[in-house]
C-alpha cells in the first residue's frame, strides 16, 4: 500500500505489480495499463477522425499499423539501445579500446522477433507512429501528416498507461532526493524522484496543448502542427528529467548525458524544426484529405 508524507517526511511507495495473482495464473498492472493506452489511443483516432468526418474504417486501419510500427520499433529500440550489459569476458577492441560491454539481442539476434522479453522504448515508438504516417498516406492517398498527428496524440495515452506500469513496478526510479515529494519505493528506505510522475505529467501537459490547439485553433489543419507540438514539449521536458532519473545501463554511468538524452536530442530538434515548418506552411484548406470521402463515404479516384 501507499503511505502518504510518512513522519519521514517522504511517500512510501509499495504497491502490488500484480491485479490478481493465483496458483496458476495472473494478471499483472503493467500489460493491462499497456492494453488500456491502446485502447485510448484507438478511441482518440476514432473522435479525430469522426471531428473531420472522415469514415470509421480510416480510423481502424490507422490504429492497426499504427499498433505494429509502435510494438515493433519500440522493442527494436530497446534491444538496441537499452540492452546493454558489462562482461568480465575477454574484450572487444574498438577503435583502439577495450569495449567490456555486450548486448544481449545481438547475442540472440532472434530476440528481436519476440515481444515477451525487455520493453519498449519510447523514441522507437514515436519513431513508429512517424512510419505510420508514410504508410497510411500511401494507402489513403493522402499527406501524411494527417494520421500522423492524430496517431501522435493518441500514442501519449500508451505512454502515459506505460509510465503508471513502471511507477507500479518500480521501475525507471529517480535518484536519491530529499524533496518531501520523494518516492521510497519498495523496500528501500530512502527516497527518489518519482520520475515517472514527472514524465506522465509532461505527457498529459503536451496532450492538453494537442487537444486545444486541435478544438479551439483548428491546429489539425496545419501539417504536421499536432506532432510538433507534442514532441517539442515532451522531448525537451524528457532531456531535463533524465538528469534527476537512474541509470538504466552500468555503462551509462560514464556518460556525460543519459540514453534516453542521446535520443531524444535528435527527435527534439526534427520536433522544432517541424513546428517552424508547421507555421510557415500554414493553414490547409485541404488538409483533411478525405474531403470526398467526408461528402460522399467514397473514396475518390
Known sequence: MMQIMSVLNYITWNVSPFIYEGEHFAIGWYGTLWTLGL????????ITFKHDGVPT????????????SVIFFGHLFQGLFYEWYYTAD?????????WHYRNYYFEHPLMFLTFNHGGFASHGCV????????????????????????AM??????????RIGN???????????????????????????????YEILSYLLAMGVAWWLFLKKE?????????????TIVLLLRIMIE??????????????????????????????????????????TNLVPFTQIARTGKKKE
Not at 171 to 176: A, K, L, R
Not at 219 to 231: A, D, K, N, P, W
Open 39 to 46: 485502447i485510448g489511443m484507438l478511441i482518440t483516432l476514432l
Open 57 to 68: 474504417q480510416y480510423a481502424l486501419i490507422t490504429f492497426m499499423v499504427s499498433l505494429v
Open 90 to 98: 575477454e574484450p572487444l577492441r574498438l577503435f583502439g579500446t577495450d
Open 127 to 150: 519513431l513508429g507512429v512517424l512510419i505510420t504516417g508514410g504508410i497510411c498516406s500511401k494507402l489513403f492517398k493522402c499527406d501524411r501528416w494527417y494520421p500522423t498527428d492524430r
Open 153 to 162: 496524440m493518441g500514442l501519449f495515452w500508451v505512454a502515459v498507461a506505460v
Open 167 to 197: 511507477l507500479i513496478n518500480n521501475e525507471i526510479c529517480g535518484i536519491e532526493t530529499t524533496l518531501p515529494w520523494g518516492f521510497c519505493f519498495g523496500e528501500e528506505t530512502f527516497p527518489r524522484h518519482p520520475s515517472q510522475i
Open 219 to 231: 491546429g489539425g489543419q496545419y501539417r504536421g502542427m499536432l506532432s510538433g507540438v507534442i514532441m
Open 243 to 284: 538528469f534527476v532519473k537512474m541509470p538504466q545501463m552500468a555503462i551509462e554511468q560514464k556518460w556525460v548525458l543519459l540514453m534516453g538524452q542521446w535520443l531524444s536530442i535528435p527527435f527534439a530538434i526534427y520536433s522544432v524544426w517541424l513546428l517552424f515548418y508547421s507555421l510557415e506552411q500554414g493553414k490547409q
